[in-house]
């Protein structure tokens, strides 16, 4: 049997890449559909880095784009080495596999939080159905990619799923 390694580290990185990518394509089509391309990584930007409570939706601000990008990278690097970290875990601890369950729904409900809060700090810019859309896109693809790097998590599912 062949054994592989893997690292946290890199796994975490192109986990939360590809959550965040996955993200950006998608606000990147709504913005294109509706006219404005860039219009929610500049409002975003706007509003969570820079720290302005009335962002200028009149045109495009290249910095807060810019800030708003690595601040959304970041934050999902962040958040795919936690998934990595647990990932790792769940192979061979069967309680963890329970946790994988419980960590998507608190990123979910988190995400709901999210919304509402910036929903009033946008002053209604954003439909929430189109960010709960992103939210879940970068799961699928987050959950997807650590699904195809671990074939062991899978053999543990088959033998003890959930840990129960």
């Known amino acids: 049997m062949v054994r592989h390694h893997h690292s946290v580290f890199k796994e975490g990185i ?23 391309p860039l219009f929610t990584p500049s409002v975003l930007g706007q509003i969570i880095v820079q720290g302005q409570t009335t962002p200028d939706v009149s045109q495009i601000k290249p910095d807060a784009v810019f800030l708003y990008t690595l601040f959304h990278l970041a934050a999902f690097i962040v958040f795919g ?6 990932v790792h875990l769940a192979v ?5 596999r329970f946790g994988l369950v419980m960590l998507f ?50 053999r543990a599912l088959m033998h003890d799923p959930l840990g129960m």
């Open 81 to 86: 080495w936690a998934v990595t970290k647990v």
């Open 92 to 96: 061979n601890l069967p309680i963890v």
């Open 14 to 36: 192109l986990a939360g890449s590809l959550g965040a990518l996955a993200v950006a394509v998608w606000f990147l089509v709504v913005d294109i559909a509706n006219g404005h």
């Open 105 to 154: 729904v608190a990123f979910e409900v988190f995400f709901w939080a999210f919304t509402y809060i910036f929903l009033e700090g946008t002053h209604g810019l954003f439909p929430r159905g189109s960010i709960l859309i992103a939210n879940t896109i970068a799961a699928v693809v987050m959950a997807t990619y650590l699904w195809r790097r671990h074939p062991a998590l899978k």
